[in-house]
């Protein structure tokens, strides 16, 4: 039993959460950051949008939105090729639909593409069959189709993750102080002296 629990611990310090793709893009330094302190209190660093966020969510991580045979919530998900792990929000079956909802979407961007992307090949090298995928707007009831990656695709998210593998916080990097304004961070950011818009 130890020596599952370690490989698991092993397996889990190897492997990029899927959450943190999209955060990389956003400012590489704030993955550093969000580690440093995960183990305090997120009341520090979790401001509005986030939080709104995390409340639509949360009845998806007590697996009780969906009381349907062939839906599948919150279901935890790895991927050995892309070295990733994480958490689906919906998958549905007959359909074959990987479906990630949001409290508010107006734009999606590359790095919301990128979790979608590894939540699918998760699913497909874990025997799961998926035709389609889609994020949903919960506030506004509105879908956002998004095609299923090509071996490019596939190509540009194993590129991505390798740069995430290899980033050093210790490295200097250009700051935006424009991401500093809206990061949840940014209090706590020893790269910037300003204070963020949820101040
Ligand atoms: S405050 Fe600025 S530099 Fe610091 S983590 Fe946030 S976006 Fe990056």
Not at 11 to 24: G, H, K, T, W
Not at 53 to 79: C, M, P, Q, R
């Amino acid at each position: 039993m130890v020596g599952i629990c370690t490989k698991l611990q092993t397996v889990m310090d190897d492997y990029i959460p899927i959450s943190e793709l999209n955060d990389f893009i956003f400012c590489p330094y704030s993955i550093y950051l969000h580690n440093v302190y995960a183990g305090g209190s997120e009341d520090l660093f979790h401001a509005t949008p986030q939080t709104l966020g995390k409340a639509a969510h949360a009845s998806i991580d007590e697996k009780n939105y969906s009381s349907l045979k062939d839906e599948i919530t919150g279901l935890a998900v790895y991927s050995e090729e892309l070295g990733v792990l994480g958490k689906i929000d919906l998958y549905k079956g007959k359909e074959k639909l990987l479906k990630e909802r949001k409290y508010l979407l107006e734009t999606i961007y590359r790095g919301q593409i990128y979790q979608l992307w590894a939540q699918y090949f998760c699913m497909k090298e874990m025997g799961y069959e998926v035709d389609r995928l889609e994020f949903h707007s919960l506030s506004t009831n509105r879908t956002f189709p998004i095609d299923i990656p090509t071996n490019k695709d596939k190509a540009e998210l194993l590129g991505f993750i390798d740069q995430f593998k290899k980033f050093d916080p210790s490295q200097t990097f250009q700051v935006n102080s424009n991401k500093c304004l809206h990061c949840i961070y940014c209090n706590l950011c020893d790269k910037t002296d300003s204070e963020n818009v949820y101040s």
